[in-house]
């Protein structure tokens, strides 16, 4: 089994920055594909980011347009989202999950998940 927490989250002036991490326990990531989603009142759980085993390969959500970057450190056992000129829009709960065998886009696909960590901007 494999233990998901975020951290991070916060409240934050819309242009500003945070960084959420991710910190796994119970097994090692290093094999693992991790992706980061998110989930704003009244609408379905989206796909922000997504990074392979390795780290070598991520791939984002066309909202994101080059302001977010998630990154994995497997010494840590740790990903991160670092999110820059944050909107209004972007005010959700943000989770991150790790899949097993393969990277994905879709929630579906991953396995264990965290309990995510709000994230408010104001306008």
């Known amino acids: 089994q494999v233990q998901l927490v975020e951290s991070g989250g916060g409240l934050v002036q819309a242009g500003g920055s945070l960084r959420l991490s991710c910190a796994a326990s119970?097994?090692?990531?290093?094999?693992?594909?991790m992706g980061w989603f998110r989930q704003a009142p009244g609408k379905e759980r989206e796909f922000i980011a997504g990074?392979?085993?390795?780290?070598?390969?991520?791939y984002y959500a066309d909202f994101v347009e080059g302001r977010f970057t998630i990154s994995k450190d497997n010494a840590k056992n740790t990903v991160y989202l670092q999110m820059n000129s944050l909107r209004s829009d972007d005010t959700a709960v943000y989770y991150c999950?790790?899949?097993?065998?393969?990277?994905?886009?879709?929630?579906?696909?991953?396995?264990?998940w965290g309990q995510g960590t709000q994230v408010t901007v104001s306008s």
């Open positions: 999950a790790a899949n097993q065998y393969t990277h994905s886009r879709s929630a579906e696909e991953y396995d264990y």
């Open positions: 990074i392979n085993w390795s780290g070598r390969v991520t």
């Open positions: 119970g097994r090692s990531v290093s094999t693992y594909a």
